[in-house]
């Protein structure tokens, strides 16, 4: 048996040999073909029975006109026409791209920002690696709650530290452009966290003699960081990037808690305003119509994200 | 199920002196897992199972009172009833759920026209109704408008949470405003108001409750009308609602705190107790929270109905129904949990605890003992007896229509977005009525 | 070795400094969160005095949590569904991880583009059926529909994240491993699944964080109180219509996030660590 595993493999990416005939469970493991499929396995099992599917019940409801507890005629692609038609899907669709967009840029440059700070040696830096990820760790809900009570209109804490110093805040989730601004800010502050530890993993892994040889060429700090830090963190900012762009293009929870879409919908996203059309209105049709916008929206940006990274793999 | 911390925190909640909900929370722990699959119809010792969803009350009182008298029904009549609380906001959600999954709560309270949202997932309950109706003296219109879904009662009129100008009388006097009588003297009175630094409060964001409570009987009360009586026709482009829009404008501008945009059902509460406004539309919360913690600004609070309008006085209340879902499987124990909490003994011990939060929807409680406890909360039955309350829709029926024009706020935005200078009065109305055309339009 | 001067305050400028504000920044809803949790209503509404400062500080707003809502409840049953599913996620994508990241086999790539492309689904999508389903498995009400769903959204990232890692490691020891006669699931086991702890450590603590947080589900396949997570369990006592019960909020979301995130300060390194190395040194 022992010696069976030399005559099979000596590398790992070789197709596999034909092995002896003796026909036994454990050689059967040693073929790539059939341990690749019983490894992942469970994985497509439980994506199969969970997702599967919701995913093609959603996207039949999303061509239908069924209403809650109501199934409905097919109609083909007629909820997508109309909602390229409604004025407040696509203010929803603009709101959308410029959330994402946005916080993704301050995100990325918070994070690199606060990952450069904490790759520093200073007292209690486990203390505070912790401690900037807060904002990440604790549930939405309950931060947005905090956030709705900070935004008040009366109680505003902001405005009154701001009207300490003589100016008088904004109404922050009532007079446009602020409600998108207000959740921008809410969003990059609990975002950021998530950036800026990851950047600093990847921080971490650049070989330390890299910086001393630059230092001795006489480069200068932004020098050493535009030239070795960002260099060898593409890959890290891509992933991050990838999961992040993700998330906030499909936030619900903030935005659900902050303002409902409102005031005028001038705060809606794809999710909230499907939220909002699919159940409390009751046409789910519609709703699993706006849904799904997400689905294409995102698709593109993560191939377009991948195939970018593949690129820098190759390089 | 193997959870050993779950014994440990009931043994304890009922040591805290929770023991209603412990009971609760016990027989929840007991009952089986999986709601689905054919139950037995009540065998002799095996308890059928009422699973009740229900809002959070702001009155907690009112609410245990209820879980306990469903619980005690449940005792005597070997049924297992859950009753369950959650946020109003987070109703919706549930129930499509349920209804999808055909699998839930037997037994749904919601508000305003749900019964016709769901007119397919809900028990015929015509009987029980009728003859609730006949026993407790009638049911208010806005209630039959809601649960009587072509011809047949859908849900029980359950109660309303209902609505009134709670105001501060010693601003009012020191501003030398009167109780405005008709919407131009609201109006006048907001002028005199924020001159004197505690204007009127009015959320006109996006918010179950509040928003659509104030807006929609504004718009009527200036003649505006989102449709004909046949529920059908589109007819919200009127000089009426342009006049309503450049009111509520003007309204906005010259009455109204700074900030009512971003407002939802509680920021008008915390303005209220902070004294930053001197007059809002709420139910009794604000009251009740100023007569808790707030002694003295109960004492200088007060209440008055809604105003005058040249179409009329409308008000548009919070109507509470209950219904029993399709799937249930247990539809006559909840038709008679329904009923008996419904009935005299139990429902105006319920309404005396909350001590005028909510009101009778059938005329046998408009003279309950609740409304000799607190001269200050009267407006809160009469703005229901007076017969002013309307509902989305009107003058044709709430249908599944109204409701997603309600659900998706199009008339409350028709209000911001003028008010908001997003749109001039005149475009705000032709983008309501394109909203109005495109939802009514739709199969 | 006593530094210059200068240096100290050019640390002081380009270290100390931001690190403070950072936090600042940072953790200021968490002091709001705080001050709020310990402030009696009737300065919650009290717009003439200071907000920073609490006059009569108060328990009551902790005592309510604990003594009129199942908050002990709450956190143990997220605590719980958290663990697991984050358990059950990571056994699902450390081998789908490897599979995909190790071996050649038809259709691979195109299993792997599945399977990540799932976590692009819209959950706003997804709620509705899957309640149905969650219905058909008898899972209605109980935690376990919440620690079998999440894994959907969970085990797609991890396992990319884990593709990544496993790439990362060099073959070499897993070949000599076989050449030595271990078989291929003894090499992934004692081989390469020790080498990629960082990396599962990593995918760990993100799928216990995004699990943490989960609303929606929880929201809707739960409806029993006593089976209710930290979020909906709050949100569904604390708001009263139009009435919330601000001190009780913050003290629960507050509650809700500092003990994982002491928590957290142990693993940080890791995460720290894990992430994303493999993408780095690959």
Known sequence: ?315 | MGKPWRKVIISRREFLGGALAGIGALAASCAPTQPAGPQAPAVQGRPTELHVLRWSSFVAEMDKLIDTQMQEWGKKNNVNVKVEHINANDIPARLAAAVQAKAGPDIVQFWDGWPWIYEDSLVDVSKEVEELIKKLNGVYQDFEAYCKVNGVWRAFPYSYTSNTFIYRTDYFKEAGVAVPKTWDEFIEAGKKLKAYGKPIGQALGHSFGDPPTFWYPWLWAWGGKEVLEDGKTVAIESDATLLAVEKAVELFDTGLIEGVLSWDDSSNNRAYLAEQISCTLNGASIYFVAKRDYPKLAEVSDHFVHPRGPAGTFSYQLDWSVGIMAYSKNIQAAKDLIVHILQPEQYSAWLQSGRGYETGPYRYYDNDPVWRTDPKILPFRDVVTNGTARWPGWPGPPTAKATQVRNNYIIVDLFAKACSREFKPREAVKWAAGQLQQIYGRS | MSPRPAAVLDRFVSIYIPVVITLVLLLFPFYWMAITSIKPNAELFDVKGNPFIVLQPTLDHYKYLFERTLFANWILNTTFVACLSTAISLALSVPAGYALARFRFPGGTLLGWAIFVTYLVPQTLLFLPLAQVVNWLGLANTLWSLVLTYPTFLVPFGSWLLIGYFRSIPKDLEESALVDGATRLQALIKIALPLAIPGILSVGIFSFTLSWNEFIYALVFISDPTNKTVPVGVTSELIRGDVFFWGSLMAGALLGSVPVALIYSFFVEYFVAGLTAGAVKG
């Not at chain 1, 026909?23 to 099992?45: K, N, T, W």
């Not at chain 1, 890299?210 to 960081?225: H, K, N, P, T």
């Open chain 1, 1 to 315: 048996m022992a010696k069976k595993g030399v005559l099979a493999e000596t590398s790992a990416v070789a197709v596999p040999k034909r092995l002896p005939r003796t026909f036994s469970p454990g050689i059967i493991l040693e073929r790539e073909q059939v341990l690749g499929y019983l490894l992942m396995l469970p994985a497509l099992a439980l994506l199969t029975v969970f997702v599967l599917y919701p995913f093609l019940y959603g996207i039949w409801l999303a061509l239908t006109d069924s209403r809650i507890g109501i199934p409905g005629q097919f109609v083909g692609l007629r909820n997508f026409l109309d909602l390229t038609q409604d004025s407040i899907f696509q203010q929803t669709f603009r709101n959308t791209f410029l959330y994402t967009g946005v916080t993704t840029v301050f995100k990325l440059i918070f994070g690199l920002a606060i990952a450069a700070l904490l790759n520093n040696k200073f007292p209690l830096k486990r203390f505070v690696r912790a401690a900037v990820l807060l904002p990440w760790i604790v549930p939405t809900v309950l931060s947005a709650l905090a956030w709705l009570w900070m935004f008040d209109s009366t109680f505003s804490v902001v405005n009154w530290v701001l009207a300490r110093f003589g100016i008088k805040g904004p109404v922050w989730l009532g007079n446009n452009p602020w409600p998108m601004i207000s959740l921008m800010v809410v969003n990059i502050w609990r975002g950021t966290p998530f950036y800026a530890i990851s950047f600093l993993a990847g921080m971490q892994t650049i070989n330390q003699e890299l910086y001393e040889a630059a230092a001795i060429d006489g480069a200068s700090r932004w020098q050493m960081f535009r030239h070795i830090t960002l260099p060898l963190l593409k890959p890290v900012i891509t992933i991050v990037l990838l999961l992040s762009v993700i998330l906030t293009f499909s936030d619900f929870q903030l935005i659900y808690v902050l303002t409902r879409g409102g005031p005028a919908n001038s705060t809606h996203l794809f999710a909230t305003l499907a939220y909002q059309v699919g159940l409390p209105s009751g046409e789910i049709g519609r709703g699993a119509a706006i849904s799904l916008f997400i689905f294409p929206a995102l698709c593109i940006t993560v191939f377009l994200t991948l195939w970018y990274m593949r690129r820098q793999e190759l390089d």
